[in-house]
């Protein structure tokens, strides 16, 4: 099946600064990627879709300002979270459509922890 | 209501059993359903994968679909202690002409020994 990876695959960092979390396809393009954060024990809720080329979508609720989404080609989609606080921790994970499916494979997922 | 709901569990079966898990939506706008596996701290891995009502069978795993009770379901036969994750069901429509996945809360499963 289709590949993506995420880097890093787990980050802590201090209250108020800044994290970058990478997203690639490895081996089929993709003109949109998606965003999801899963808190401990809940399901993955979709936090924006990536389009390339384009501003990313937010869904209801998610600060746009807060987290930055650049789909900066057709195999890189980056999301910063800025100035991180503890309540941001979360496991955020990517996926990526195939082209010509509606099937959606996703990446390993980034553990973020704030102290 | 909300739009995808999943008992999460947890499950426990012997290995060898045959395991039923399920989910039921509102949506009657959702076309393509699916099931993954995750294990602890990992990302989702596709299971399986249907639009249509009836059955999809792939080895151990069958998937069922049906559309007029907004009722999923996965069996998983001769269950193996590898088989032991969280299941999510994951229900697809479009809006506004882009995709949107939405998950149930994950059945979590283990097969003992």
């Known amino acids: 099946g289709a590949v993506v990876s995420q880097h890093p695959s787990w980050v802590i960092c201090k209250s108020g600064t800044s994290v970058k979390i990478e997203c690639r396809s490895l081996?089929?393009?993709?003109?949109?990627m998606f965003w999801y954060r899963q808190f401990p024990k809940q399901s993955l809720m979709l936090m924006a879709t990536?389009?390339?080329?384009?501003?990313?979508?937010?869904e209801q609720g998610v600060e746009k300002d807060k987290f930055l989404i650049n789909h900066a080609s057709l195999t890189l989609s980056t999301l910063t979270v800025t100035s991180a606080h503890p309540e941001d921790s979360s496991f955020y994970i990517c996926?990526?459509?195939?082209?010509?499916?509606?099937?959606?494979?996703f990446g390993p997922g980034t553990r973020l922890t704030v102290l | 209501q909300k739009e995808v709901e999943q008992d999460p569990g947890p499950l426990s079966v012997p290995e060898g059993a045959i395991v039923s898990l399920n989910c039921t939506y509102s949506?009657?706008?959702?076309?393509?359903f699916m099931w993954y596996r995750q294990y602890s701290r990992k990302g989702p891995e596709l299971l399986m994968y249907?639009?249509?009502?009836g059955n999809k069978e792939d080895g151990r795993f069958t998937a069922q679909v049906d559309k007029s009770s907004k009722y999923i379901s996965l069996f998983i036969r001769d269950s193996q202690p590898s088989d032991s994750a969280t299941y999510l069901c994951?229900?697809?429509?479009?809006?506004?002409?882009?995709?949107?996945?939405?998950f149930g809360k994950g059945t979590k499963l283990t097969v003992n020994p």
């Open positions: 996926s990526a459509p195939v082209g010509g499916t509606d099937t959606q494979y």
């Open positions: 081996d089929f393009q993709a003109t949109t």
């Open positions: 990536s389009n390339e080329g384009s501003k990313a979508t937010y």
């Open positions: 949506n009657s706008a959702f076309q393509y």
């Open positions: 249907t639009y249509s009502s």
């Open positions: 994951a229900m697809l429509r479009w809006v506004g002409g882009s995709e949107k996945l939405v």
